[in-house]
């Protein structure tokens, strides 16, 4: 069984920058926009551009890397609501809100030394605390994504410093099992990657792990 975690934060917050130290080919990229990503050899990462939900589950289901990230997750909600917006009624809520359910539990299906990273926006909710960005009242009602992930990491901006959070606060939704990761440190994906396979005895990424197209990688 695979683990799905959450990198949650506001556009700028140093989200997709938090890839910059994996190896180009280490970890698969599901690049929902197609935006060329924020750090120097961004272009040099072998990616999936503007991956259908399909897409992706079919890369997860085929599992021929160990690390994977959806960036922008948020954008595979989004994208299909507005592809739908002409359809009237409540259905097509219910059948977004079952896509990325599936996508999650696609996540969960691969193999036991899998990471799959999910890079997605917040937003503040009624009660004035972090909450996941989604569409509709479904996911928030009656699955709540961040349930399905033991790890959430809060990206925030700290004196001008991109770092991570992953102790919760009352306002946020970091969460961390019991050291297994600082409270606050710098926002380097690939260390956190690296902490948790330790963590949880998971095989560590090495270079058999890089694949150097993306035909390979997806």
């Known amino acids: ?21 994996f190896k180009p ?24 551009v503007r ?11 085929k599992n021929s890397l160990r690390a994977y990230a959806v960036d922008d997750s948020t954008y595979l909600m989004q994208n299909e ?26 996540a969960l299906a691969t193999d036991e030394d899998t990471i799959v990273y999910f890079l997605h926006h917040v937003e503040e909710g009624a009660d004035g605390t972090e909450k996941v960005k989604t569409i509709g009242k479904m996911l928030d009602e009656k699955y709540c994504i961040e349930g399905a992930c033991p790890v959430v990491i809060d990206c925030v901006v700290i004196d001008g410093e991109h770092m991570f959070i992953t102790k919760n606060d009352g306002t946020n939704l970091a969460k961390a099992p019991m050291g297994s990761l600082p409270d606050k440190m710098g926002n380097d994906l690939k260390e956190v990657d690296t902490m948790l396979r330790d963590y949880w005895g998971m095989r560590p990424l090495g270079n058999d792990d890089v694949k150097e197209n993306a035909n390979e990688t997806h």
Not at 1 to 21: C, E, F, Q, Y
Not at 51 to 61: C, D, V
Not at 87 to 95: D, I, M, W
């Open 1 to 21: 069984m695979g683990v799905a975690i959450l990198i949650l934060g506001k556009s700028g917050s140093g989200k997709s920058t938090s890839l910059r130290n």
């Open 81 to 106: 609501n507005f592809a739908r917006v002409r359809e009237n009624g409540y259905g097509k809520f219910s059948e977004m809100a079952l896509h990325f359910q599936e996508l999650i539990n696609a």
């Open 51 to 61: 991956p259908s939900y399909g897409a992706i589950i079919g890369a997860l289901r």
């Open 25 to 48: 080919g280490e970890i698969g990229i599901m690049n929902v926009l197609g935006k060329p990503l924020p750090f120097k050899g961004g272009a040099k990462f072998p990616q999936a």
